[in-house]
């Protein structure tokens, strides 16, 4: 990637930052398109396109005139955002498996793998990590070279810098491994951050949250997480903490941060073993690894009377833990994220009903996503793409050709 380029006035970067994030969001356009979305007098924009143009991250596309379509006049030049003038990297370091996520400057997926981990020691999750994303970058034809911003996701609590708190016996540590200066060694833009965060993030850009300006997003499936959004702004708190789930240790009903596939799964496994399940129930005898959430939730959606009273018990636990954000941070939309999400139409019903007249406020809105078991990769491409926009320009000399 490149070196930073020369210092520039602040009043020229204000140009070029502004015509940047212009072209980045629109189609092909014309300087005069530009300047009433950009504020600048036609000299600054014609200044600042050709700018980005020598930058490479514009292009100037073949006027009217040289594509036959214009007959009259001098053809107005026309522009596009070099959407492939780099890539972003978005990284799921999760405990047991990693999903890189390779995408051009405006998220158009180029190439996305996933890895296994069977340790979780700091150096070999470091190794893998380093590994998954040079893999991801081989599939899509890539090198170093063209990773501009990368954003990674871990199941731990991130600050503002990029750093995990220690934690009493290390997890943290070795879920978060000094990534933020791992991949700072080659990589011009990182951002490292909570996985349930990214999940949050992804939800506002991508999901059911967008345009909702206070939210909660649960990763649900085996443990809980919370990303949190309040007035537009993702939360981390001094250490990175908000969100973590410790507290529901001690809330009645939910006893720990266990996630609603983990307890469906548990609850029904306990009802078998304790000879409650009425001896021709499809779920009697089978070994108990394969009773899951996901097995649960199919039968519930089928109409299993069974499998309906311990996805009632997950919705009554899912109203407890909806009910102490929403009276601590007044969300108007609870997202639950991740896989599980897939199949808990009758889990967010019960919640609701566990909900109705348990606030002072009016309950957030329950709903699931619709981004499935990457969401985390897809929030991290969605943040890796906000690096890049704040921070190419600083990153891009006057020479810089093509990366790609």
Same mark, same amino acid.
């Given at each position: 990637m490149s070196q930073p380029s020369e210092r520039v006035s602040a009043p020229r970067r204000a140009s070029l930052d502004a015509l940047l994030h212009y072209a980045w969001d629109a189609e092909s356009f014309t300087a005069g398109e530009a300047m009433? $979305?950009?504020? /600048?007098?036609r000299s600054t924009t014609i200044d600042a396109l050709d700018e980005l143009v020598e930058r490479a991250l514009i292009r100037e596309l073949p006027n009217a005139r040289e594509v036959g379509d214009y007959s009259k006049g001098r053809p107005a030049r026309r522009f596009e955002f070099c959407a492939d003038a780099g890539v972003v990297v978005g990284l799921d370091a999760g405990r047991a498996h990693v999903t890189t996520t390779i995408a051009d400057l405006r998220g158009a997926v180029l190439a996305r793998e996933h890895l296994m981990l069977d340790d979780d020691s700091i150096s070999r999750r470091r190794a893998v990590m380093a590994t998954a994303v040079d893999d $991801?970058?081989? %599939?899509?034809?890539?090198?170093?070279?063209? *990773?501009? $911003? /990368?954003? @990674?996701? %871990?199941? #731990? +609590?991130v600050d503002s810098e990029g750093v995990s708190p220690t934690h009493h016996d290390g997890f943290w540590q070795r879920m978060n491994p000094d990534l933020i200066d791992m991949f700072r060694a080659w990589v011009p833009l &990182?951002? *490292?951050e909570n996985d349930a965060s990214l999940a949050a993030v992804a939800e506002g850009s991508l999901g059911v949250a967008r345009g909702c300006r206070d939210y909660v997003t649960l990763l649900a499936g085996e443990r809980l997480g919370a990303? &949190? *959004?309040?007035?537009?702004?993702?939360l981390r708190g001094a250490h990175g903490g908000v969100g973590e789930m410790i507290a529901f240790d001690q809330v009645s009903g939910v006893e720990g941060a266990w996630g609603l596939g983990n307890r469906a799964a548990e609850w029904a496994r306990e009802a078998i073993a304790a000879g409650e399940v009425p001896p !021709?129930? +499809?779920l009697v005898g089978t070994p108990s690894s394969e *009773?899951?959430?996901r097995v649960v939730f199919e039968l519930a959606a089928s109409g299993d009377e069974f499998a309906l009273t311990i996805v009632h018990r997950v919705g009554q636990m899912l109203a407890r833990v909806t009910g102490v954000f929403a009276s601590l941070l007044d969300p108007r939309m609870i997202v639950i994220s991740g896989a599980v999400s897939a199949g808990i139409a009758e889990v967010l019903v019960a919640a609701r009903a566990g909900l109705s007249g348990a606030l002072h406020v009016p309950p957030p809105e329950l709903v699931a996503s619709n981004l499935g078991g990457d969401v985390v990769s897809t929030g991290a491409v969605s943040a #890796?793409? !906000? /690096? @890049?926009?704040?921070g190419i320009l600083a990153l891009t000399p006057l020479e810089r050709s093509l990366a790609v």
């Open positions: 009433p $979305a950009v504020g /600048l007098t $991801a970058l081989g %599939v899509a034809g890539l090198e170093r070279g063209d *990773v501009i $911003a /990368l954003c @990674a996701g %871990v199941p #731990a +609590p &990182v951002r *490292v990303g &949190v *959004v309040v007035d537009g702004r993702l !021709e129930h +499809p *009773v899951t959430g #890796a793409i !906000e /690096l @890049a926009r704040s």
